[in-house]
């Protein structure tokens, strides 16, 4: 067997934040002695941190880093979350719901349920789309209880849902975590980059990072985890980034925190404002809320105001601004340097994918961790799937955005009007003909999510598959009355989600 080189050892992770100690704590679960993992972060620079509402796959995350979920939601005065509700998004004065898990259930039919659903609906004989889905149903009720894996035929065994969560107290989390497991952190800024001047495969290769401190930090594995900033990846390794603001041109974002409202409800609520859209997360002590706008379409001072007005309790602090480009880095590994989070790309909070781009990107680092010889075909394939993961999320936003019938300003007429990437257009097409899903394999976002969003913002399908006309209108309309019927009385049964937070993952009062 080819020599792949002697393995390296020292892994340098450069930040902190989200990225920086979400990728500590997975490496630190799998990595052992004789490797070294350090985290250099500065206090000073802080991070961007707001109430953060994360999807399902987090749930993956939390198993590979071996994270409790009880008590990370303690911790970070966490809630659940079982979706996305949409206000404003296809016309004002509207409103959907973007839930977690599946729409309806398989039948031995030949077709999905959703072409059932399309019949049934036209014949006016099927309830809207969300008395077919636990999630959503749920949600609507402010109920909550954990899946049930035994109740087997059960829309409980797979319910779907994910997490509210203090990001702040989140990174505290984990690095108790990550030090626990030998993690060492170096607190400073970094001032210097060095690069490896010696001929041979490390020729360009970063050797260390220097401190204010004047101590030097070598490494053989670097992750840039520094945000926006992107100090190794960009600012020293000079990649070049792909802007996406053609497509989705908000760039800035006003964030403040609330008080506390009742209920506590499972869900974030994603409203739809003159030029950009204000989001709503609740935790346990208090609500995160902020305003994501085009700059170019609102002044600072307008987005700001818009955002207190629409709060729905008084604000507990100063809101911040965050300004941002959207986008991805076209190379998030290069030599020994990955890019993990804000420096690899930043696709704006919409559907609450950022902490999943960091997971994915660890995760898929840990499948091809390197030898020292850095193979440039494991590159080139993480690059690879790096970039389709980024573009499957870049193309669910978008449509969200695309797909908008207000008329009201020259914001959202601009996105209706736009040009969309080529695979978004074709599953609109496709939708549009006969309400068929595209195929998904890879996608984050699977079938019932696409279904959701284009009904929720009004793509109506001119028609459905034939096969769907096999079965009787009766035999059709029994079977979506069995799934609508189980999920109201499983709903029924479950706590209200205050009752099930209060009980199982109380958190210290603030």
């Known amino acids: 067997m080819e020599n792949m080189g002697k393995p390296l050892q020292r892994v340098v992770i450069v930040g902190g934040g989200a990225a920086g100690w979400m990728s500590a704590a997975a490496l630190s679960a799998v ?14 620079i802080g991070i961007i941190g707001v109430g953060e509402a994360t999807i399902p796959p987090i749930r993956m995350f939390n198993g590979l ?50 072409q059932y659903w399309l019949r049934m609906r036209a014949l006016g004989r099927a309830l809207p789309l969300d008395a077919y889905a636990i999630s959503n149903t749920a949600a609507k009720s402010n109920k909550f209880m954990l899946p049930q894996p035994n109740m087997q035929n059960s829309p409980m065994a797979a319910l779907g849902y994910a997490y509210h969560f203090d990001a702040g107290l989140y990174a505290r989390h984990l690095r108790a975590v990550s030090e626990a497991r030998g993690v060492r952190r170096t607190e400073g800024k970094v001032v210097r980059v060095l690069l490896n001047e010696e ?46 603001s053609h497509w989705l041109p908000c760039d800035r974002a006003w964030a403040v925190p609330s008080e506390r409202t009742n209920p506590l409800v499972p869900y974030t609520r994603a409203t739809a404002h003159k030029a950009g859209w204000q989001w709503r ?43 941002f480009r959207t986008g991805m880095r076209k190379q998030a590994w290069s030599r020994n340097v990955v890019a993990i989070g804000m420096s690899a790309g930043f696709v704006e909070p919409l559907e609450s994918t950022a902490l999943h781009l ?17 193979d440039p075909v494991e590159i080139e394939e993480y690059n690879r799937a790096s970039r389709v993961r980024y573009e499957y999320v870049r193309d669910f936003i978008v449509l969200h955005y695309h797909l908008n019938q207000r008329d009201d300003t020259e914001f959202w007429r601009a996105c ?88 199982y993952c109380p958190a210290a009062q603030a």
């Open 31 to 44: 990595l052992k002695p004789p490797y070294e993992i350090r985290l250099v972060e500065s206090e000073e």
């Open 65 to 114: 880093a071996r994270i409790d979920e009880a008590g990370f939601l303690k911790a970070t005065q966490g809630t659940f979350k079982l979706g996305i509700e949409f206000v404003n998004w296809g016309r004002v004065g509207e409103r959907y719901f973007h839930g977690f898990g599946d729409v309806g259930k398989e039948a031995m039919w030949p077709v999905d349920f959703s």
């Open 199 to 244: 001929p041979g495969p490390r020729l360009g290769h970063v050797r260390a990072v220097q401190m204010q401190s004047g101590e030097l930090v070598e490494g053989d594995l670097f992750l840039d985890c520094s945000g926006f900033a992107s100090l190794l990846i960009e600012k020293t390794l000079d990649t070049g980034y792909e802007d996406w």
């Open 281 to 323: 997360i609740p935790l346990q002590h208090r609500v995160g809320n902020g305003h994501v706008y085009s700059s170019a379409h609102m002044s600072d001072d307008e987005a700001a105001a818009i955002l207190l007005k629409n709060l729905d309790a008084p604000a507990l602090a100063e809101p911040r601004l965050v300004k």
């Open 358 to 374: 960091i997971q994915m990107g660890v995760a898929k680092l840990i499948e091809a961790f390197p030898h020292s010889g850095f």
């Open 416 to 503: 209706a009007a736009m040009s969309v990437p080529e695979a978004l257009r074709y599953r609109m097409k496709l939708y549009a003909a006969s309400g068929r899903l595209a195929d998904v394999h890879a996608d984050l976002f699977r079938e019932p999510s696409w279904l959701e969003v284009m009904e929720g913002q009004n793509l109506r399908p001119r028609g459905w598959l034939a096969l769907a006309d096999l079965q009787s209108v009766e035999d059709t309309a029994r079977y979506m009355r069995g799934i609508s019927d189980t999920i109201a009385t499983c709903v029924a049964a479950m706590p209200a989600h205050e009752e099930f937070v209060r009980q």
